[in-house]
Nanobody, 114 residues
Framework: QVQLVESGGGLVHPGGSLTLSCVAH????????MRWYRQSLGKEREWVAS????????TYADSVKVRSFIYRDDAEDTVYLQLNRVTLEGAGVYYC???????WGRGPQVSVFS
């Protein structure tokens, strides 16, 4: 069964940085697009960033484009989301997902405290 195990959430001050990781199990990771989503308190889950299979084309939501970097390590079956210059709006639960499939991770919480 496909499994996505995320880590790296926690507390961060505004302007700080945090890197989330998502390790994939039991599917062809290197041949799959991977995505990150965010769900902030009281809001619907929204797409944040995607990275295609090789050559790893990256796309971002406008709200995070200048503050985030998505990358992948196919040798480790892991996708990352680096959050830079985090704002209060960056707080929420972050989920990784296999493309547009129904396979989601459980989501690490990112809390932003001033």
């Amino acid at each position: 069964q496909v499994q996505l195990v995320e880590s790296g959430g926690g507390l961060v001050h505004p302007g700080g940085s945090l890197t989330l990781s998502c390790v994939a199990h039991r599917f062809a990771f290197s041949g799959s697009e991977m995505r990150w989503y965010r769900q902030s308190l009281g809001k619907e889950r929204e797409w944040v960033a995607s990275i295609s299979k090789r050559p790893s084309i990256r796309t971002y939501a406008d709200s995070v484009k200048v503050r985030s970097f998505i990358y992948r390590d196919d040798a480790e079956d892991t996708v990352y989301l680096q959050l830079n210059r985090v704002t209060l709006e960056g707080a929420g639960v972050y989920y990784c997902r296999v493309g547009d499939s129904n396979f989601w991770g459980r989501g690490p919480q990112v809390s932003v405290f001033s």
